[in-house]
């Protein structure tokens, strides 16, 4: 019997995720069923548009809330309690740069249910997280990326 695949994530990671699952199960799905009565008052659903678009919209969100429950229910939340205060891990948030003399970048590093690379937070499953992880405030390491290898220093572990 095969194990069932855990998420990792935050805390604060789930709560999102809790939140977005509560309004498509309520306020999403009542907006997408009165969408689909209005447009099946307009006659022929085979050439019906506004009942295809409501459909597919509703075929969607239940696709993402059961991707959602799914998540949730073996989500594996991060405790960083074991880990060194200088060394990375999923949940801490790192500042590094580039060698030899690009400018620092912060990211904190994430399960993959909770990335958002524009906010700041990068999957554990990304190249650069992999590479960071497990490493230590100071240390110069080498990070095998789809683009070539980077040289990076860790200036600031948190």
């Not at 200088?86 to 990335?115: C, Q, R």
């Not at 100071?138 to 980077?150: C, H, Y």
């Amino acid at each position: 019997m095969s194990e069932e695949k855990k998420y990792p994530m935050t805390l604060e990671g789930k709560k999102k995720l809790e939140e977005e699952l509560e309004t498509l199960q309520t306020s999403k799905r009542a907006e997408i069923i009165e969408r689909i009565k209005i447009a099946r008052g307009f006659g022929d659903l085979s050439e019906n548009s506004e009942y295809e678009s409501a459909k597919d919209e509703q075929s969607f969100v239940e696709g993402r809330i059961k991707t959602l429950q799914q998540m949730i229910n073996h989500a594996e939340i991060i405790d960083n309690g074991n880990v060194a205060a200088n060394e990375i891990a999923v949940g801490k948030t790192v500042t590094f740069k580039e060698l030899p003399d690009e400018e620092p970048e912060t990211y904190t590093i994430v399960g993959a249910a909770e990335a958002d690379p524009f906010s700041g937070k990068i999957s554990n499953e990304s190249p650069i997280a992999k590479g960071l992880v497990g490493c230590k405030l100071g240390q110069e390491v080498t990070i095998p990326t789809p683009g070539g290898d980077m040289k990076v220093k860790i200036l600031e572990v948190k």
